[in-house]
């Protein structure tokens, strides 16, 4: 992920997310406001933005940080569950199967 500079999450409004130094910078269309997340968390919403299932992400943030497959699941499920746009890429979340896990 280190070479993705920018990238989007089209859903009811679409969302880009930047690289600055450490932190990924994303503008929430609605609100007009700005926020930040760090590198994992951006990690999660590029694979979100391709599509990817929920098990292709808790896979690849398992396998890249070294931590156990439910450890990986607990991190994506609490950082989108307080992610502040939620709403916004709610639509991404039903398309792949990452909502039902949100729910269970």
């Known amino acids: 992920m280190d070479e993705i500079k920018c990238f989007i999450i089209q859903g009811k409004k679409n969302i880009i997310f930047r690289q600055e130094g450490d932190k990924y910078v994303f503008f929430d269309p609605i609100a007009l406001e700005y926020y930040v997340t760090n590198y994992i968390g951006a990690e999660i919403l590029y694979y979100i ?3 990817k299932d929920f098990k ?8 890249e940080y ?4 439910d ?4 991190t994506i499920k609490e950082f989108l569950l307080d992610f502040p746009l939620l ?3 709610s639509s991404n979340l039903i398309e792949s199967d ?4 949100l729910s269970a």
């Open 49 to 51: 933005s391709k599509g």
């Open 56 to 63: 292709f992400i808790s896979d690849k943030i398992s396998e």
């Open 66 to 69: 070294g931590i156990t497959e």
């Open 71 to 74: 450890m990986s699941k607990e």
């Open 87 to 89: 709403s916004i890429i």
């Open 98 to 101: 990452i909502y039902k896990e």
